[in-house]
């Protein structure tokens, strides 16, 4: 039995089981980010903008830098994710 044929027989499209899929996978990689996002805030009670000022004014401290790109990675990834279950939900 095919994958069409299974979807089909549960009342369901090709197109439709690839936007759920889409729609889980968008969702798993927004809580990816947001914890990791929330682990760094925890880490050093404040937010990214406030972290980065910091960071920028003191003298290197090359573990405060290296967590400041993960966690500005973190964060544009976290928004490009988002957009992207908007666009999903937008469109369907």
Sequence with gaps: M???????????TEEEALREHA?????????RYEAECGSYAGKYGQDLNVFREGTEKNEEVFEREDDLMDWEFAS?????????????HNAG
Excluded at 23 to 31: D, G, Q
């Design 2 to 12: 095919t994958v069409a044929e299974i979807l089909s027989k549960v009342g369901e």
């Design 76 to 88: 544009q990834s976290l928004e490009w994710w988002t957009s992207r279950l908007k666009e999903l």
């Design 23 to 31: 729609l889980l996978l968008c969702m798993a990689k927004i809580s």
